[in-house]
């Protein structure tokens, strides 16, 4: 997914211009070069500081450390939970190579209807939110690690 991520924004860096859009459905569907200095939503992107990038890189690298040991520490028979840690694994490294790259992330797909516009994401905010998907699917729907079934009655789980 990382390669993905990354082969799809260098696509758009090569052949569309920032801030022009290619209409792949007509009034839902744009490919849109953007570059979101913020995070998700382009939250702080407006905010100026000359340390804003190294911040998030920063904590991109803890959230990634975290990632890591959650997985490591997750069973093995949790797997909605693993794959939903890779996504957001995969998701926040294609993310962190473009704030290291370019100081801000390249985004380019564009979803909008009548007066409702998404914000422009990539395939690595697609991970992120598939794989955080998972992990809701998992604590909703999952079953508890230490589940027990016994036949007897009376017997404690």
Not at 23 to 30: D, I, K, L, M, Q
Request: hydrophobic letters at 50%; aromatic letters at 16%; glycine letters at 6%.
């Amino acid at each position: 997914m990382i390669i993905l991520d990354q082969v799809t924004k260098f696509w758009v860096t090569l052949h569309i211009p920032i801030h022009y859009s290619i209409s792949v459905v007509e009034g839902f569907f744009n490919i849109t070069h953007i570059r979101n200095p913020g995070v998700a939503f382009g939250l702080f992107a407006r905010h100026e500081s000359e340390y804003k990038a190294l911040f998030f890189i920063v904590i991109s690298i803890v959230a990634i450390a975290a990632i890591l040991i959650i997985f490591h520490q997750s069973p093995e028979n949790k797997r909605a939970v693993r794959v939903g840690l890779i996504l957001i694994f995969s998701g926040a490294i294609g993310n962190l190579i473009d704030r290291i790259l370019y100081k801000e992330v390249i985004d380019f797909l564009d979803f909008f209807y009548e007066g409702f516009h998404w914000p422009a994401f990539n395939v690595a905010d697609s991970c992120i939110t598939t794989g955080v998907s998972f992990m809701m699917y998992d604590l909703f729907f999952g079953y508890p690690i230490n589940t027990k079934i016994s036949n007897q009655p009376n017997e404690p789980l």
